[in-house]
């Protein structure tokens, strides 16, 4: 990691003060989160989606399974994801020290809003890159894990709320993305959330959560 992100991460974790320059780049690209992973292991996540768009709160799961790290620090990853209908199983993606999952999730959400609204998912995805390397809302907290709570951050961003050509897709102004890491956990990802609110106030369209889990869900052991 270099010394940048390590200071602005040090400033959030130690004192609480979000760092009025930190980007998304800085804390979840540049923080290596896969850096320590050195053996072959699976990490596991829930996901849930919700929202006026859902007819009713959906939850599955997500495996992440490292089969082979290289002296170098090459991964091999591959995926399942979800259940029934909707399973998906891909891989081999070759990762070394970004955790692949921030993209395979974001990957799928703009191609999801692309097939939504008729829109490219190449606009969606430039503005999130974008968004990337502009200053974040960065927050502390703490986390569970393997019965304890740990530190971590949260970076949150709006990419499309100052954008002029938004008003095609009005619906997803506000849109907001939130990646929490934390280094305790393997993988360093403990949560990556998209979530776009209604016009109302408090209201959610849809709300995508993908986060970590210490152990496999209830029926994993089938899959």
Known sequence: MS???????????????????ATVQELV???????????PQTLRYRYETRGSMVPKTQRSQVSMD???????GRKLVHF???????????????????????????????????????????????RIRDAFVEPAEVARLEIPYNGAVVPAIRVSITPFVDDP??????????????????????????????????????GVLIE???????RALQGDQDR
């Open 66 to 72: 490292v089969r082979e790290v290289g002296e170098d």
């Open 80 to 126: 399942d994801m979800f259940e029934g209908q909707d399973r998906r199983q891909f891989g081999p993606m070759q990762a070394r020290v970004q955790n692949p999952l921030v993209i395979v999730f974001l990957q799928r959400d703009v191609v999801r809003m692309g097939n939504q609204t008729g829109g490219s998912p190449e606009y969606f995805r430039k």
């Open 29 to 39: 690209f540049e923080a290596h989160l896969l850096a320590d992973l050195s053996e």
């Open 208 to 214: 995508e959560r993908i986060t970590y889990a210490c």
């Open 3 to 21: 010394v940048a992100p390590v200071l602005v991460l040090a400033l959030v974790l130690l004192t609480g003060t979000p760092a009025a320059a």
């Open 165 to 202: 050509q938004i008003a095609r897709f009005a619906q997803f102004r506000h849109k907001r993305y939130e990646f929490t890491v934390a280094e305790a956990l393997p993988g360093g990802l403990y949560e990556i959330a998209a979530v776009t609110p209604e016009s109302g106030p408090g």
